[in-house]
């Protein structure tokens, strides 16, 4: 029942930018936090990024702190992730997801979007 589609990768040059946006259906978007997990090839899941409810509290994971910027908008029920300064090390696949309310804030990730491919390449 829960759809998360993410979208906005794409080929982009290091020192490029890029947002991509997530957006949810199937649930009521203002009672969820989310958060913006990537994975590379070869490499483990990291989780980048997570929001609150209100779009107040967020977390970011130091290797993208400087450069990500994630945000929500409730009354389109899409999350967004603006992507700044982008290297060679972001290539990934980048996966939206709903995260913990009351507890397991940016630690647990019950409901998956497919994920978008982002490739940083000169």
């Known amino acids: 029942d829960v759809q998360l589609q993410a979208s906005g990768g794409g080929l982009v040059q290091p020192g490029g930018s890029l947002r991509l946006s997530c957006a949810a259906s199937?649930?009521?978007?203002?009672?969820?936090?989310f958060g913006w997990i990537r994975q590379a090839p070869g490499k483990e899941r990291e989780v980048l990024s997570c929001?609150?409810?209100?779009?107040?509290?967020?977390f970011y994971s130091d290797r993208v702190k400087d450069r990500f910027t994630i945000s929500r908008d409730n009354a389109k029920n899409t999350v967004y992730l603006q992507m700044n300064g982008l290297k060679l090390e972001d290539t990934a696949v980048y996966y939206c997801?709903?995260?913990?309310?009351?507890?397991?804030?940016?630690?647990?990730?019950?409901?998956w979007g497919q994920g978008t491919l982002v490739t940083v390449s000169s």
């Open positions: 199937g649930l009521t978007f203002s009672e969820f936090t």
């Open positions: 997801a709903t995260s913990g309310v009351l507890s397991g804030f940016c630690s647990e990730f019950p409901s």
């Open positions: 929001i609150g409810r209100q779009g107040i509290s967020t």
